[in-house]
């Protein structure tokens, strides 16, 4: 199983990015997938989930900014990422719950915010 990640890069303060995830090499059923992140010196956090119905959970510090969503068809997540701040600098990972194989982690890719 792959999940290979993109989408990350620099940009200022108020800029968008746009994050994509793809699982491949697997025809098991993907449950949750989702986005978490890991700041220099910090603990990896979750940013956002979203269910195969398309339930969808944030973090409080990215509600209003940030929206994820995916497509079944595709086996891709995407997460959206406006009104960058500063704080949101990290290195983004894509998960994926996949039955019978349990959680699976992408490469993770760099988003860096300068003020």
């Known amino acids: 199983v792959q999940l290979q990640a993109s989408g990350g890069g620099l940009v200022q303060a108020g800029g968008s990015l746009r994050l994509s995830c793809t699982v491949s090499?697997?025809?098991?059923?993907?449950?949750?997938m989702g986005w978490y992140r890991q700041a220099p010196g910090k603990q990896r956090e979750l940013v956002a989930t979203v269910t195969s119905g398309g339930s969808t959970n944030y973090a409080d510090s990215v509600k209003g900014r940030f929206t994820i969503s995916r497509d079944n068809a595709k086996n891709t997540v995407y997460l959206q990422m406006n009104s960058l701040k500063p704080e949101d600098t990290a290195v983004y990972y894509c998960n994926a719950q996949i039955r019978f194989l349990g959680p699976q982690w992408g490469q993770g890719t760099q988003v860096t915010v300068s003020s």
């Open positions: 090499g697997t025809t098991w059923r993907i449950n949750d």
